[in-house]
């Protein structure tokens, strides 16, 4: 269906605020057509005709419901994992003429038309974290550098256009979200916000949206002077707000950092206490606490972050439990060789060698299927194929000293 789409991706305890977001965008724009891409079982008694959105989406919907994959995932992960595909979704099965990701946790005030325009100007549409350069040395740690580790744009926002150059943008970030969507800072990854440090390279005609009304939240309130009410309207920097970010509130870092940078500004603590109100208007007291399906394995225990980062890393471990998630056979329950064979609490070391673990057998099965294939090639001839299976097979005793 043609026209302007808007998603959000949530687990069930953030549908409060995914309620709040969609009721936000219809106040000022009834036109977008609003998504609802759930990685989580629906709350009892949940209608989708008696929510504020058109669709629902689910991972099965993108092609996502192999067990491994979802187990790969931590929720916040998987969470962002499924936004490049859910983008690929709406652009190519609903025909979409401009898509716009907002997360759950932001309010839109206004201003919607120009974000609307500005993909007619560019295939897609970005916001940084921050705009102007910090003068204070606290403010460059807290933000210049907390950006430098998780990206320089904010994913929390994305615009794209279905015309050819922005399904490239979402094909590729689809692609690189499949596979590596994780929070893994040592190997450069945070979610599927550091990869689009690289779009404005490869993609020239993306737009940097740097109004200071779009996006406002507390990593950049060091530049933006917030004035005015929620009754007579919101001003940053004498203009009208177009959207707030409240991130972080679950885990309290929003009202710190709030107080940290915004001081006593009375327009900032009217916009949270509002955000409040209407969380626990759309059910937050309720569903706040919800835990997600993919949080714990099928028998209930829940799923620790090193349980998954050593599966995802251990192809004899995806072999051997297709369905990590099970524990009704102890044969076949990864759960189970956790427990007998995985590695020790506390133990940083036994897990690091655990992770290592099986990298022998695989590059092992990597030299034998080479062999093969050299052994079968009429083409080589007899001398050719000795030259090169005289050093495979010292490579493959030498793989046979490694773990696995």
């Known amino acids: 269906m043609a026209g302007v ?3 959000t991706s949530i687990t069930t305890n953030y549908l409060p605020k995914a309620r709040g977001l969609a009721e936000s965008i219809r106040r000022h724009d009834p036109g977008f057509r609003i998504h609802l891409v759930l990685c989580d079982d629906p709350p009892p008694g949940f209608d989708l005709a008696a929510e504020p959105f058109d669709g629902l989406i689910t991972p099965a919907d993108l092609g996502l419901d192999d067990p491994g994959w979802l187990f790969s995932h931590s929720v916040v992960e998987l969470c962002t994992a499924v936004k490049g595909p859910a983008l690929q979704y709406l652009l190519a099965a609903q025909g979409a003429d401009k898509v716009f990701y907002f997360d759950p946790d932001i309010a839109v005030f206004g201003r919607l038309e120009e974000l609307v325009a500005a993909l007619d100007r560019h295939c897609a549409l970005l916001t940084p974290h921050q705009c102007v350069p910090e003068v204070d040395d606290e403010a460059v740690r807290a933000n210049e550098i907390c950006s430098l580790r998780h990206g320089v744009f904010n994913l929390g926002f994305l615009g794209v256009r279905g015309d050819a150059e922005g399904r490239r943008v979402a094909d590729w970030w689809a692609e690189r979200l499949r596979s590596y969507c994780f929070d893994e800072p040592q190997r450069g990854l945070f979610t599927d916000q ?19 009304g779009f996006n406002v939240a507390t990593w950049n309130l060091t530049h933006r002077q917030v004035t005015g009410s929620l009754r007579d309207g919101v001003r940053i920097n004498g203009e009208p707000l177009g959207f707030y970010h409240f991130s972080g509130f679950d885990s309290g870092a929003q009202e710190r950092m709030l107080a940290r940078f915004g001081g006593d500004n009375p327009t900032l603590w009217e916009l949270r206490a509002w955000y409040l109100a209407e969380c626990d208007r759309h059910g937050q007291a309720e569903l706040g606490a919800y835990g997600a399906r993919w949080s714990r394995f099928d028998d209930g225990t829940p799923i620790e972050t090193r349980q998954r980062v050593l599966y995802r890393s251990r192809p004899d471990l995806q072999r051997a439990f297709p369905d990590p998630f099970a524990t009704a056979d102890p044969r076949a329950s990864y759960l189970q060789w956790w427990r007998v064979e995985g590695p020790t609490d506390g133990d940083a070391g036994s897990f690091r060698a655990a992770v290592d673990a099986g990298y022998g057998r695989v590059l092992g099965e990597f030299l034998d299927y080479t062999a093969a294939r050299i052994r079968r090639s009429p083409r080589l001839g007899r001398l050719g194929r000795a030259c090169l299976l005289g050093p495979l097979a010292l490579a493959r005793r030498l793989a046979r000293m490694l773990p696995g």
Do not use: N, Q, S, V
């Open 5 to 7: 789409h808007a998603f």
């Open 194 to 212: 550091r990869w689009m440090d690289l779009a404005p390279c490869f993609f020239p005609d993306i737009g940097i949206l740097r109004d200071p």
